[in-house]
C-alpha cells in the first residue's frame, strides 16, 4: 500500500521506488496487478544450495527426534558432495527443526480430577543431616491441592509403607487411585511396556483398598501436579544460597520444618482454586476417601520387640539399642540393613521411625542421649529438701540461709540445728533480710561458730569490713584453716570502730 500511495502522489516509477526504497520494476508491478485487478505479485523464494540434501537432512533431523547439531549435519553434508558454507546449513536446519517441534509438540489438555479419586507422590533430595543424605516424601491429592512432605532417612519398601500409612492418616482416608514412578519398590521390570508390579507394593494396596499405578517411564509431565510440589518443598526445606535457611542440627528439626511447611501450604489460598487446600479436603474430599484400616501394614517394618517399662532398651542380634524412654512398656519393629538398624513405632498417626543406629557388637549397647530424660544431680548435688518446721521456718529467710547450710554442712560444722534455731530467733527481732544478707556473707567467708552471724549483721549485713593495707588477704576460698576463734569475743562492743580493730587482728 506504500508502494502505490508513494507511486499515487509522484505519478513516477523511480521517484517512489526511491521514496519506498525498492527496485522502480517492484512498483511497476504492483501497479500493473492493481491496474488488472489481480493480487499483488509474491516474491518469489530462491533456491538454496541444500535443496538437493532436504531429504537426507529432515531425516536426521526426524530419527534425532530435533536435537542433531547444525556442526554434524555440515559435516554429513560435506561428505555427500555439499561445497556451501556452515551458515547456509544452520539456516535450513533451523527451520527443519522448527517445523519437527511444531509438529511434535506436545497438547496438554487440562485435567478435572474428581474428590477423593486420585493421590500422587514423588520424592525430592532432602538436605543433608548430620553428615546424612535425607529424603523428602511428597504426596499431593489432585482435587483439593492439598500437600503433605515428610522427611525420610532412605526410600527402602518399609520406609514407604510407613509414610504411605502415614499420609493416609494426615488426609484422614484412602483415596481410589495412587499415581507414582517406576521405582524399584512399585515396578520391577516392563515386559512390552507393561509395568510389572513388586509383589509387595501389591499386597499394600491390597490392605489399603486401593490401586497403585505409574505413570510412562521418563514422562514427568503426566503427574506434574507433584512434581511442582515436589520443586516447592524444595525450594522452601532445603538450605540454598537463595533463601538463606541455616543448616538443620537434627532430624527432629527436619520434620518440625516440613509440619510447619505443611500447615503453611495448606492454609493459604491456592491459585488454580482460589480455595484453602484444607478446608476443600475437610469439606469435599474427605467425605468421598475410603476409611483408613485400624492396623498399618506391619509386617514389612521388622521383627517386633517389647520394650522394658523401666529401661528404653531393646535387643536386637544379640544387641543393645536405645529408643525414646516415652516408648517404655510399648511395642516396636526393629530391622537391620546392611550398616542400620531401623526401629519403627505405630502410633495414632501410623508408622514412625524413632530410632536408627549404626550395628554394634554384643556387650556394647548404641545408645542416644536424647532417648533419655535428663540424668539425677546424684551426690555431687544435693538438692534441699525441708523435712520438719524448724527447717523449713530457717530456709524461707532466703538464699543466703540455704548457701550457709550447703557451705556449713561441708564443713563439717557441729550444732547446726542449734544455730539455725539462733538464726531464726534473730530474725524475728532484726528482720530475714538482714539475716539472710548475714548467712550468705558468712558462707561466704566460712564463718560458721554462734557469735559469727551476729557480729556480721552488726557490722552492716555481711559488708567487707576495712582492712589494713600492710596485710594481704589471699583468696578465702583457697583457705587451709577457718580462722575462726578469734571472732569469739566479737560483737560485745556495737561500734563500727572497735569491729574494726577486732577485725585487724584476727586477720
Known sequence: MEILAAYDLTR???DAAKICGV??????SYVKARQDGVQAPVARRRGRMTDPFLPQMISWVEQSRGKIRGDVVHEKLQALGFTGCERTTRTTLAELKAKYRARSVRVHRPWTPEPGLWLEYDYGDGPVVDGVKTVLFVA????SRFRVVIALQDKTMPTVFAALDRTFRL?????????TDN??????????GIPVRNHQ????????????QTCIPADPASKGGVENAVKIAKAD????DTNLLPEYRSFAELEAACEAFMDEVNSRVHRATLEIPKDMLQVIERPRLHPVPATPVTSSFGQTRQVPPNTPMITFAQSRYSVPHTLMGQTVWVRGTDTEVIIVHVDATGPVEVARHKFT??????????????????????????TNTAEEEFLALGAGAALWLKEAAAAGTGKIRHKMERAVTLAKVLGADEVDKGLGAAAVHQRFTHEDLLSIVNTGGGTKPTISTTHTVTDQGRWLSQGTSSWASFGTTPTSASSDEDLEGAI
Open 183 to 192: 521405582e524399584k519398590t512399585v515396578t520391577v521390570e516392563h515386559v512390552a
Open 140 to 143: 499431593w491429592l489432585a482435587f
Open 12 to 14: 513516477s516509477y523511480r
Open 361 to 386: 557388637r554384643p556387650g556394647t549397647p548404641a545408645i542416644i542421649d536424647d532417648h533419655f530424660p535428663p540424668a539425677p544431680t546424684g551426690a555431687l548435688e544435693r538438692v534441699i529438701r525441708p
Open 201 to 212: 507394593i501389591v499386597a499394600f494396596a491390597r490392605h489399603y483398598s486401593t490401586s497403585l
Open 23 to 28: 527496485s522502480h520494476n517492484t512498483v511497476r
Open 171 to 179: 488426609i484422614g482416608g484412602v483415596p481410589t487411585y495412587i499415581l
Open 237 to 240: 526445606l532445603v538450605p540454598k
